[in-house]
């Protein structure tokens, strides 16, 4: 399984980003995908998660109300909308799947908010 996150960037306070995971690999019929993030120096937390079979998902408080995880069974794509952002949402964002637990991991891409 290979996941390949993309669509950081550099962008103003209140600008929106959608972040992408192409996976590859599997069916994935019977994963969940999930978004997290890393701030510098900061522990990584998840934001998001949805169940890639059904489409149920699932926030964290951090994730809650700004961001919107969805996914594309056709391509096989992640994606995490992330709206009205914040300098604190500074962080590296990382994409990740797993039946038990989030065995496979993306790389990262990094997301700098400016004020």
């Known amino acids: 399984v290979q996941l390949q996150a993309s669509g950081g960037g550099l962008v103003q306070a209140g600008a929106s980003l959608r972040l992408s995971c192409a996976a590859s690999g599997s069916t994935f019929s019977n994963y969940v995908m999930g978004w997290f993030r890393q701030p510098a120096g900061k522990e990584r937390e998840i934001l998001a998660r949805?169940?890639?079979?059904?489409?149920?998902?699932s926030y964290s408080d951090s994730g809650k109300g700004r961001f919107t995880i969805s996914r594309d069974k056709a391509t096989n794509t992640v994606y995490l909308q992330m709206n009205s952002l914040k300098p604190e949402d500074t962080a590296v964002y990382y994409c990740a799947a797993g039946i038990a637990n989030y065995q496979y991991w993306g790389q990262g891409t990094q997301v700098t908010v400016s004020s």
């Open positions: 949805i169940n890639y079979n059904t489409g149920s998902t």
